[in-house]
């Protein structure tokens, strides 16, 4: 259905735009190839719609079977790594260790932050991503602070980093569901 | 040697001193944005294009502030380019509509029959609006979707090229370095060869292909190393051109409905400007359009958030998101300049006022977002088609009073502007770690006078002309390319020829895009269609090979070599290719 409603989409629109495409004539507003583009559109609409209702359909069986996405299996393990960083403070090897922090956790989690959306519904994968992009914007910070050599700013702001993640940690867990309710 | 973080700020963080928003910061971005602004309405005016100026802003501020200075930091940087593009791109939006109002009404040169004050009050509500605007979207573009902005992302490696470490660094110059040889090369016209190569844009059909199949590919390096940046996502871009030009385009000529006197580039041309671009355009407006509505619940949830961010999630007490009420009061302010500016243009009633005013804010919100989003996905802003849209709706509904739909363009142009500006800067304050809410106080707070200098900039050479002849306009040193393209419009729509089908059927199929489950596909297709697809062919290459080293080498080496690699390949050729604009305009005169 997926790729049905996908083949109908692409070609509908396809009819539709080269039916745009001729001059109207003298006195006219639309071109003559009118009925053509009213096809194409509503071969683009049937596909639009197969193409929703496929989508719906996968998300209803991704609810009961999607494995824990990566976001929700990685943040303990990244969590764990940014706790260990107070200790590299004074160490000169502490912008290697943020890289090297970015590029294994955090660059992977943006990466497949969609599927959370499956996972945790809308509002919940909404929350926790834009708690997990406040901490990493203020990861960025921590980045610029040590690169400055402003070990004050490191120590202030690692904190409320730290609490972003942890947030978006607990946000990354569907609620449990409540007895005697679905 | 460290640099000293002493406290020397109006509104830094009183507890580490850390250096944010410092007197420096405002000051060096005020100069450099005034400097960049003559200079870049002076070059659009003899050209026809300007040049985003956060890269020459970052790094003259990493001259400045951390080399004359010692003591600047990556934010105050950030800051600094954030103030200077800021005023540098509301001077962009006046140059591409203002001197159009000029030609058309004065066109022998001389004292000019409109009166120039309302249109400078729509052009600093524009600057306003775009920013207020923009701001709420923030988390829906930057953190949710987080479109690449590849122009941001450059900007961004350049402030940190200082600790960011020496292969870093060094990947920077090496890409700098090519882009900027590759680019004087270009420039130099030595490998020019007439049918082959020619304006930096290879010709691939041989003499096999048909001209109307468009086998022409941009050498443009800078081009390429946006789709390196922008990867998979851009990838529809990219197919969006390949349906233009070799599905739409070889259909209808195949089909007879071109018409039949017109051969070879001719004809190319005419499915370009007479089919492609105006259906182009409306696919961008009603992808644009179906994308607001369907992230409508995601917008409220943004805004709903937005407010809870400026109260709730303060940083050591300071302020993280421009307040709620500020926001408000911006888009009040802007609205009652456009309504005041209106109702004192001559021939304009209250009720038209009123009725052009909402439409006008309507059509800079999403008209904002569509710039946005396109130059997020693409860094590739179709400014020029937003403001053609203004025009001729607003010719439309105002029955064709020339200063009142001006002023609303000239609102547009500027609005825009200021929101793809914002965005790119916010974009690189992530990834640096700023303050939103210090950023977007930063460009609301000088943006008008980006307005205020271009007005001056373009009032002055007027009269350069000696008030017997235009100072600019077609015949003269300085050709106004894109103003003179506007006033055709102009008058295409008062004389109704302007090809307001193609964008009505193309916004209809554009809904139908924006609703489809692949983010950004109605607006890359749309802007694929707008643009030649030299660009669209270089662009999407770009997208291909990130995606291929990808696959073979992970993404740790995409974000630590190909990005510094490709951010310098885009700053080698914007900074060449600004310098031989001034050059140009030096020696002619």
């Known amino acids: ?182 | 040697m460290m640099p000293d973080h002493s406290p020397a700020s109006p509104g830094s963080v009183p507890t580490t001193g850390y250096r944010e928003f410092t007197w420096a910061a405002l000051l060096l971005g005020l100069v450099q944005g005034i400097i960049l602004n003559l200079a870049f309405v002076y070059i659009s005016l003899k050209l026809g294009f300007s040049i985003s100026g956060s890269t020459i802003a970052a790094i003259t501020g990493y001259v400045f502030l951390r080399g004359i200075l010692r003591k600047g930091s990556v934010l105050e940087n950030n800051l600094n380019q954030t103030i200077a593009s800021g005023i540098n791109s509301a001077g962009t939006g006046v140059v591409f509509v203002l001197p159009a109002m000029f030609l058309l009404t004065q066109p022998q040169g001389g004292p000019t029959s409109f009166v120039l004050w309302p249109l400078l009050i729509a052009g600093i509500g524009g600057a306003i609006l775009g920013v207020v605007l923009i701001i709420p979207l923030r988390q829906q573009l930057i953190e949710l979707d987080r479109l690449r902005f590849p122009s941001g992302v450059a900007v961004a490696e350049i402030i940190r090229s200082g600790t960011a470490g020496f292969d870093k660094a060094k990947l920077l110059v090496i890409g700098f370095v090519i882009a900027a040889s590759w680019k004087a090369l270009m420039l130099s016209n030595w490998l020019e060869m007439p049918g082959l190569l020619e304006n930096e844009d290879l010709n691939l059909s041989f003499g096999l292909l048909p001209a109307y199949l468009a086998p022409v590919l941009s050498l443009s390096l800078l081009n390429f190393a946006a789709g390196l940046l922008t990867g998979r996502s851009g990838l529809v871009f990219f197919i969006g051109g390949v349906l233009a030009w070799w599905v739409i385009s070889p259909s209808i000529v195949l089909l007879g409905w071109t018409p039949p006197a017109l051969e070879s580039t001719e004809l190319a041309s005419f499915i370009a400007k007479q089919v492609l671009y105006p259906l182009g355009i409306g696919v961008l407006v009603g992808a644009a359009l179906a994308e607001v509505i369907r992230n409508g619940p995601a917008i409220r949830s943004a805004l709903g958030l937005l407010n809870h961010a400026a109260t709730g999630r303060l940083h050591r007490g300071l302020r993280e998101e421009m307040p709620t009420w500020l926001l408000i009061t911006g888009l009040g302010v802007a609205l009652l300049f456009f309504w005041l500016a209106l109702w004192f243009t001559p021939g304009v009633s209250f009720g038209s006022a009123t009725l052009a005013t909402l439409l006008g804010v309507l059509w800079m919100g999403l008209a904002g977002l569509i710039v946005a989003q396109a130059t997020g996905l693409t860094d590739i802003s179709p400014i020029s088609g937003m403001a053609l849209i203004a025009i001729t709706t607003m010719l439309l509904l105002l029955d064709g009073n020339l200063a009142a739909a001006m002023l609303i363009t000239i609102g547009v142009s500027v609005a825009i502007g200021q929101s793809a500006d914002m965005m790119q800067d916010l974009k690189t304050g992530f990834l640096v770690g700023s303050r939103p809410f210090l950023q977007q106080l930063g460009q609301l707070l000088v943006s008008w006078i980006g307005v205020v200098v271009a007005f001056w900039v373009i009032y002055l050479l007027w009269f350069s002309g000696g008030g017997t002849q235009p100072g600019f306009g077609p015949g003269t040193s300085l050709p106004a390319p894109q103003a003179a393209a506007l006033s055709q419009v102009a008058l295409a729509v008062q004389q109704h020829t302007a090809p307001t089908d193609k964008f009505f059927l193309g916004s209809v199929v554009g809904v139908l895009l924006g609703f489809a489950p692949i983010s950004g596909l109605g607006v890359l297709v749309g802007l694929a269609m707008y643009l030649p697809f030299a660009v669209t062919f270089g662009y999407g290459l770009g997208c291909l090979t990130q995606m291929w080293l990808l696959r073979r080498r992970g993404l740790a080496y995409v974000e630590h070599q190909l990005v510094p690699l490709a951010a310098g390949l885009i700053i080698g050729e914007a900074l060449i290719g600004m310098g031989h604009a001034i050059y140009s305009i030096v020696r002619a005169t």
Request: aromatic letters at 8%; a negative charge.
């Open chain 1, 1 to 182: 259905m997926q790729s049905l409603g996908v083949a109908l989409l692409t070609i509908g629109s396809m009819i539709a735009l080269i039916a745009a495409t001729p001059l109207p004539a003298a006195g006219a507003w639309l071109p003559a190839t009118w009925p053509l583009y009213g096809l194409g559109f509503m071969l683009a609409l049937s596909g639009l719609l197969l193409q929703r209702l496929a989508q719906r359909h996968v998300r209803l069986i991704e609810t009961a079977t999607t494995p824990t996405p990566l976001l929700t299996a990685l943040l303990p393990t990244f969590i764990i790594a940014v706790e260990a960083l107070p200790n590299h403070w004074a160490d000169p090897g502490l912008i290697a260790q943020l890289e090297h922090l970015h590029s294994e956790y955090l660059s992977p989690l943006v990466e497949q932050r969609h599927q959370l959306y499956g996972y945790l519904g809308h509002a919940q994968a909404t929350a926790c991503l834009l708690a997990l992009a406040y901490g990493e914007r203020l990861f960025n910070r921590l980045w610029s602070a040590a690169g400055d050599g402003c070990l004050d700013e490191v120590t202030l702001v690692y904190p409320p980093m730290l609490a972003a993640f942890k947030q978006a940690q607990l946000l990354a867990v569907p609620p449990a569901p409540v007895d005697g309710r679905e």
